[in-house]
């Protein structure tokens, strides 16, 4: 499972790069030129680096939950099936690609809960919770326009992703709060 995910990652890489480069771009761009006009502040280089490193990450995310972008109206469908309860219940043996899709949906929110904290001082502990899941909830309930399909256990498992993050940035900020500190100047 994990040569799997590992797989995939790179395959995502090398295939939506182009289009990560490409929004990390365009973002640094608009927050020079909005620094240059005086509408923002320019921060820390700590704090710039990762805004820099947290608009890649959302570019990769957005990447992979609408690229290829096909655009249709009744392309996608908003079901509420669960595989997570089948699995459960016991109605439903998931094989490996089944179990690295539900691991990289975790996995692919951890930097959001972990990243934020870090950033904003407004999203320290649980107040990351509901932005990420206002995000969640934004991708899901867009990729059925975009010709993808909503899915309930992608929100739990973004979720659960977010959570971990959460914590995991609550222990690095309580460990090395001088440092975390410095990402927020």
Not at 20 to 35: I, Q, S, Y
Not at 129 to 151: A, K
């Amino acid at each position: 499972m994990l040569s799997m995910l590992f797989d995939y990652a790179l395959s995502f890489i090398q295939n939506k790069l182009p289009a990560m480069l490409a929004g990390t771009a365009v973002f640094l761009l608009l927050r020079f030129l909005l620094c240059r006009a005086g509408r923002i502040t320019r921060r820390s280089l700590p704090h710039e680096i990762g805004l820099a490193l947290f608009a890649l990450y959302l570019c990769a995310v957005l990447s992979l939950t609408f690229l290829p972008f096909r655009f249709a109206p009744d392309a996608g469908a908003y079901t509420f099936n669960s595989t997570l309860l089948e699995i459960v219940q016991g109605t439903y043996t998931a094989g490996n690609w089944v179990w690295a899709m539900m691991l990289g949906n975790v996995l692919m929110l951890i930097p959001f809960g972990f990243l934020a904290p870090l950033l904003w001082e407004r999203l320290r502990g649980w107040q990351v919770l509901p932005v990420g899941l206002g995000f969640i909830l934004v991708i899901e309930l867009l990729q059925p326009l975009t010709g993808r399909s909503f899915d309930i256990d992608d929100i739990l498992l973004n979720f659960l992703g977010v959570l971990a993050g959460a914590l995991l940035s609550a222990l690095v900020q309580a460990a090395l709060p001088r440092q975390t500190a410095a990402l927020r100047k």
